[in-house]
């Protein structure tokens, strides 16, 4: 049975950096494909990086070049660190996970109960 756990929210300034953490368990490669979501309290639940089983990595274009999605070495970790953060970027940000896949197949059935982020200006 796969279980997400999410860590390392909480608030900081602009322009200050979060490393979120997934701990990952239920499968036995690293090669899933995964996301980070996000949601702000007005806003609906929008992806903000993926990583499929070849560790390709795609992200929403308000994060490019300042949100990085990894794996740790032995898969039981997903990451997002996350730098030069806005007010924007303020929410519950939730990871995601799906089967052994590539980015354009992934699908996210499985879910963590989300980590708040608040950004202050």
């Known amino acids: 049975q796969v279980q997400l756990v999410e860590s390392g929210g909480g608030s900081v300034q602009a322009g200050g950096s979060l490393r979120l953490s997934c701990e990952v368990s239920g499968y036995t490669y690293r090669t899933y494909c995964a996301a980070w979501f996000r949601q702000a309290p007005d806003g609906e639940r929008e992806v903000v990086a993926r990583i499929d089983r070849n560790d390709r990595t795609s992200y929403a274009d308000p994060v490019k070049g300042r949100f990085i999605i990894s794996k740790g070495n032995v898969g039981k970790t997903l990451y997002l660190q996350m730098t030069s953060l806005k007010p924007e970027d303020s929410g519950i940000y939730y990871c995601?996970?799906?089967?052994?896949?590539?980015?354009?197949?992934?699908?996210?059935?499985?879910w963590g109960q989300g980590t708040q982020v608040t950004v202050s200006s």
């Open positions: 995601a996970s799906g089967a052994y896949r590539t980015l354009a197949e992934c699908d996210n059935p499985y």
